[in-house]
């Protein structure tokens, strides 16, 4: 299996942060067709919610379904903030080991909804199925892996935000937990790509062509889509 990239690398060279990120793009790994989640089953979600996190995970669950339909139709600026603001408000942000137990856990958005408790890979993956969940185009939508720097100093951490892409060619709008607001990817001089990918490809860089299957070389994201499709994403 590719080597994970840690959740927190700090004070790393340029060479040492890159080489890192590109053991996850590397490896090999049997090609499986990308399965876009794009609808979900609301019985079958209710009772894995249920089982897993009783009647508050249940709660934000119902939340989630109101958010949806309230959402459907509206225009994509609503939509995106109002996506944004609901995982943001609603999960607390702490540490895999913590939660998890584990270095890097990607989390389903039941199970970041469920726990209350995440981090930025959980915030991004909610927001990216909740976004395709009213119809917008996969295309349009990445996950980003970036490099952020520590506020005014040179100390660097992995982080990972969703983009919005309105064309394929176009500067994304960057969804964050960290910063509240959605604002063009030229506006954050604190992140720096590294590759970026969603149901359907994987990009180094600013690339604008997809180097691979991201569900045969990131196996944490075949993980999350696995465990999606027992709780009721369809």
């Known amino acids: 299996m590719p080597a994970p990239l840690p959740p927190s690398l700090f004070m790393l060279s340029r060479r040492q942060f890159l080489a890192t990120a590109g053991a996850l793009l590397v490896g090999a790994g049997l090609g499986i067709r990308p399965t876009p989640a794009a609808a979900y089953d609301p019985q079958r979600l209710r009772q894995s919610m249920q089982q897993a996190y009783g009647q508050t995970g249940l709660a934000v669950l119902e939340e989630w379904f109101a958010m949806l339909e309230r959402l459907r139709g509206q225009d994509i600026q609503m939509q995106l903030r109002d996506v944004n603001d ?6 607390r942000w702490v540490d895999d080991m913590v939660v998890w137990g584990q270095e890097d856990y990607w989390a389903t958005p039941l199970e970041a909804m469920g726990n209350g408790r995440g981090d930025c890979e959980d915030y991004s993956i909610a927001k990216y199925i909740s976004l395709k969940q009213l119809n917008i185009p996969g295309e349009r939508l990445r996950m980003i ?23 394929p060619d176009a500067e994304p709008l960057v969804l964050d937990n960290i910063v509240s607001s959605i604002t063009p990817a030229s506006q954050r001089t604190d992140l720096d790509p590294l590759f970026s990918f969603n149901s359907d490809g994987l990009w180094a860089g600013d690339s604008a062509e997809s180097r691979a299957d991201p569900l045969a070389r990131l196996s944490r994201w075949r993980s999350v889509i696995e465990r999606m499709k027992t709780q009721g994403f369809i």
């Open 86 to 91: 609901f995982f943001n408000r609603r999960i």
């Open 145 to 167: 892996y970036v490099r952020a720097r520590i506020g005014r100093s040179q100390i660097t951490q992995a982080h990972m935000v969703l983009g919005y892409y309105s064309t």
